[in-house]
């Protein structure tokens, strides 16, 4: 059986925290989409550690760690990522398997990248410039290089003729970079990521489930940045809910199991796009600096906001989640009262349905408040020591989703995980 683990909001919910949590419970953690614009945050021997293509379950020396084929991966941020990790001791050589139908990110798709997101002004769409998008159009435009690639002995020629495409499409797009001087590490990433198990992983995978072994499928950004139920346009390039797990590893449907879904007690949002709880005041400010909301790969300054129950319960119903997950729940210790958007009003209407053109449309959201718990949640050590207000907000979020909280994140370390069933 797959159990899935994915966020629920625009990412940057707490996903690497709760992979590490529960994976001691399987025997293969499996990265299904995205690319190096992740950051899954992990706290190991006190030591913050931030990953960006490798799965979280990596500190756990007797499970296996998959890329799936729905991943794109950047051999030179890849290489770096191995040799961090490497140097903690872990056995990446053993531990690690690689899609070999995984794209692969090329120095002029991070050039493309740049020039997009230049042509496009004050439309920008916050792309981390990472090469992620073009990319993923070389895979759909059936253009793109594998990893597999890499093994034939025709991959230089194979590049070249990419490359050419895309610095026509530069030079169109007036846009100038010398690759040449990023070639060199390239190339020298590319041997690097040939040294670890290159395979055929759908087959592997699946043999793998019809032997008994448990699988952790592992999203990266979130919800409500997927290509079709997202923000569109301002969303990643990939299927970020639980289907795309089945596109991402070449799993059937009939082996999901479990799906665990993840929300911050309160919503971020890094990059442009409509953001209908945003706060834009002192309490804004306040969740900022109090949550430390940072990008952990870009390191821009999160847009903060309540939380967005009417964003929230589509993300449950379109990922089927069985699990809801609150984390960064201590960080609302400090505010004297807590907001829960409950509906959107749009031209006088009222609506608990997320819109088609949210980017068009002039939403007022309608909020129930809560007034400030009487103790810190970060001191709270099991589920009857919650204070009451708190477990009103819980009953509020579960009321209006139709899904149980399972757990409640109360701090950064690896213990503050409160279970509540």
């Known amino acids: 059986m797959v159990d899935v683990l994915l966020g629920l909001q625009w990412g940057d919910e707490g996903k690497g925290k709760i992979v590490d949590f529960l994976a001691p419970k399987y025997d293969i953690i499996a990265r299904f989409q995205g690319g190096p614009n992740a950051g899954h945050t992990l706290y190991w021997n006190d030591k913050k550690i931030v990953l960006h293509t490798i799965p979280s379950g990596v500190f756990h020396p007797e499970l296996l760690n998959v890329i799936g084929n729905g991943v794109v991966i950047d051999p030179v941020s890849f290489k770096a990522e191995c040799e961090e990790i490497e140097s903690l001791g872990v056995d990446l050589i053993r531990s690690l398997i690689i899609s070999e139908k995984a794209h692969i990110i090329l120095p002029t798709h991070k050039a493309l ?11 920008k769409i916050g792309s981390t410039l990472k090469g992620i998008g073009p990319t993923y159009m070389d895979k759909t435009g059936r253009n793109g290089l594998r990893v597999g690639d890499l093994l034939q002995k025709d991959f230089k020629e194979r590049y070249n003729t990419l490359k050419e495409k895309h610095l026509t499409l530069l030079k169109q797009m007036n846009f100038e970079e010398d690759i040449s001087i990023l070639e060199e590490d390239f190339f020298a990433a590319v041997e690097a990521l040939k040294k670890y198990k290159i395979i055929a992983v759908d087959y592997w995978l699946n043999d793998q489930i019809v032997q008994g072994k448990k ?9 409500m940045l997927d290509i079709d139920f997202g923000t569109y346009p301002f969303v990643t390039s990939s299927n970020t809910i639980t289907a795309g797990l089945c596109t991402g590893l070449g799993i059937a449907p009939k082996w999901v199991g479990k799906v665990f879904g993840i929300s911050k007690a309160y919503c971020t949002r890094v990059g442009s796009g409509p953001f209908p709880t945003e706060l834009l005041d002192e309490t804004g400010d306040l969740l900022r600096k109090t949550g430390n909301e940072f990008g952990s790969t870009t390191g821009r300054p999160r847009r903060c906001g309540w939380i967005d129950l009417v964003a929230l319960k589509y993300a449950c119903m379109l990922n089927g989640v069985t699990d809801l997950i609150i984390t960064k729940a201590d960080v609302l210790d400090e505010m004297p009262n807590i907001g829960l958007c409950t509906a959107y009003q749009i031209d006088g209407e009222i609506t608990q349905q997320f819109p088609f053109d949210i980017n068009n449309a002039t939403i007022q959201p309608e909020f129930n408040y809560i007034n400030q718990w009487d103790k810190k949640l970060s001191t709270c050590i099991n589920n009857d020591d919650l204070p009451h207000n708190f477990n009103e907000f819980i009953t509020q979020v579960e009321t209006f989703t139709n899904v149980k909280i399972s757990f409640v994140s109360n701090g950064v370390g690896r213990n503050q995980l409160i279970i509540r069933k």
């Open 113 to 123: 990248d740049k020039a997009s997101e230049l042509s496009k002004g004050i439309n």
């Open 215 to 223: 699988v952790l499928a592992e999203g990266a950004q979130g919800t």
